[in-house]
């Protein structure tokens, strides 16, 4: 499938930047990467009509200008775009994020090797560095992990190298969950993966739940975690501002999630929650 690039430039950039993300998360588009002008959005072609982001700020354009603009972005102009700007991506001195025409650097205690396909989550995103970096936090050997809206199956395979097992990797997008199977493969790890979402979810329990995903979806399938997480288990939630913290803590208060750690990262913000069941 191809995708459509929305690239939406505001003027000023905040607050609006994250009200827009939020509303078009709710019309499909499934992944949105921020810069100095605005952010772009993504959404799978067969799934866009034309002037479907208006529907998004029709409701309240006063105070903000904004400028839109759509590119067709076929699947095999990414891993062009990937060859020449991606950088390797240093978490902690733990862990080393690199693509496999970067050199190996056996120092590092863990080395992920990732090619994405029209998958997001290469590492760069500030949440998919808090979520490394809290991840890294966890006792994961032989616990049994969830990485929901997994992209590029990054936190799934950091889990499975930190000894998680099993391992489940859940997105919506058909193309994160072929982009995870091979990532897993590159880097020798053995993973479950599932298309689809919070409906994947079966009779089964999980120790640690990882889910970068964003606020709107977060809060409607908070339960739907919850239902799914041991005892004294963790969540980390991530894929939202730091301003949404206070918004998530109170949905997750009333499914019995307990707020315990968070760290900032450039107005972003990851968050650790506990299973407060007595």
Not at 22 to 27: F, I, R, S, T
Not at 59 to 86: H, Q, Y
Not at 118 to 143: A, E, I, P, W, Y
Not at 232 to 259: H, M, N, P, V
């Amino acid at each position: 499938m191809d995708y459509i690039e929305l690239a939406v430039n505001l003027t000023p950039r905040n607050p609006f930047a994250d009200l827009f993300i939020d509303a078009l998360g709710d019309v499909g588009f499934e992944s949105f990467v921020e810069n100095e002008n605005g952010f772009l959005a993504y959404i799978q072609q067969q799934h866009y009509a034309e002037g479907l982001e208006k529907t998004c700020w029709a409701w309240n354009m006063e105070g903000v200008a904004i400028e839109t603009s759509t590119t067709l972005i076929p699947r095999k102009n990414w891993n062009k775009d990937w060859e020449e700007n991606f950088k390797p991506i240093v978490v902690d001195n733990k862990v080393y994020i690199h693509a496999p025409f970067h050199p190996k650097k056996p120092a590092f205690a863990h080395q992920i090797v990732i090619e994405p396909k029209m998958s997001f989550g290469t590492g760069h995103h500030q949440t998919t560095h808090l979520m490394v970096q809290l991840t890294l936090k966890q006792t994961l050997l032989k616990k049994r992990v969830l990485d929901m809206g997994c992209g590029t199956g990054i936190l799934a395979i950091l889990a499975a190298q930190m000894g998680a097992n099993p391992v489940v990797a859940i997105d919506i997008d058909d193309w994160s969950i072929e982009n995870t199977k091979e990532n897993a493969a590159r880097n020798k790890v053995g993973l479950e993966t599932r298309l689809g979402g919070a409906e994947e979810l079966k009779a089964e329990k999980f120790d640690v739940i990882l889910a970068n995903i964003n606020l709107n979806i977060l809060m409607a399938d908070m339960a739907a975690y919850r239902a799914v997480l041991e005892d004294k288990g963790t969540i980390i939630f991530s894929g939202f501002y730091a301003q949404d913290l206070e918004t998530l803590r109170a949905e997750a208060q009333k499914c019995g999630l307990q707020l315990t750690q968070s760290l900032e990262r450039e107005d972003w913000i990851a968050a650790v929650f506990v299973n407060a069941k007595d």
